[in-house]
């Protein structure tokens, strides 16, 4: 069965460093997301993309966050420089038609 | 800001036994979904249930929907150790999904 990779899966980081998480969505779908879920929260989105144009940005914080999806396949998120705050898990997800989204194993980040 | 809200928080139940989580959410949608997370692990769609739909049923999963209260309920039957998850419930409307905090889920064998 066709799975969203993710990776890595670990990252600690110190403040003030550049991190950057890497997502390949289910072959062939179209929109792909990053979220950001915070230790007991549910997950909140940061940028959705459909093929390589972004959807949704609105609650990416510009200042330290990108996040890119070149060739409108695989997709990277980076965060430069990383904060105490930014310590959570990331989550990329994938979807065909815009409404189940498949998610992948998330990337769990602490910045020390 | 998080549209939906999960009720109870937390949740303990003896393997057998049936769980209900409730959802409630602020505005208008077009879908509401349940999904499961185990720990640590990404999120995992259960059932998506339409507007204009009261009920759905999926194994052992049974989900209604009420748009006149904002409210929507999941129920497990017979649950299983295996159903200890964290379960969250998303709502859309011409938006992405807006996700809820989840309820804990805790099947004691």
């Known amino acids: 069965e066709a799975e969203v990779a993710q990776s890595p899966r670990y990252k600690i980081t110190e403040k003030s460093q550049a991190v950057a998480f890497w997502c390949d969505p289910i072959?062939?779908?179209?929109?792909l997301y990053w979220y950001r879920q915070i230790l007991g929260q549910g997950p909140e989105l940061l940028v959705q993309f459909q093929d390589e144009s972004v959807v949704d940005d609105s609650q990416l914080p510009k200042d330290r966050f990108s996040a890119e999806r070149l060739k409108g396949v695989d997709s990277t998120l980076k965060i430069q420089p990383a904060e105490l705050g930014d310590s959570a898990m990331y989550l990329c997800?994938?979807?065909?038609?815009?409404?189940?989204?498949?998610f992948g194993p998330g990337t769990r980040l602490l910045v020390l | 800001s998080q549209q939906g809200e999960e009720d109870p928080q937390a949740l303990s139940i003896q393997e057998g036994e049936n769980a209900t989580m409730n959802c409630s959410y602020k505005t208008s949608i077009n879908n509401l979904q349940w999904y499961r997370q185990n720990s640590g692990r990404g999120l995992v769609h259960l059932i998506l249930i339409r507007s204009n739909e009261r009920e759905k049923h999926s194994g052992r999963l049974r989900v209604t929907l009420d748009t006149s209260k904002k409210s929507s309920s999941l129920l497990i039957t017979a649950s299983r150790a295996a159903d200890t998850a964290s379960y969250f419930c998303?709502?859309?409307?011409?938006?992405?999904?807006?996700f809820g905090k989840g309820t804990r889920l805790s099947v004691i064998a």
């Open positions: 997800a994938s979807s065909s038609r815009g409404e189940t989204q498949y």
């Open positions: 072959s062939g779908h179209a929109t």
């Open positions: 998303a709502t859309d409307f011409n938006t992405p999904l807006v």
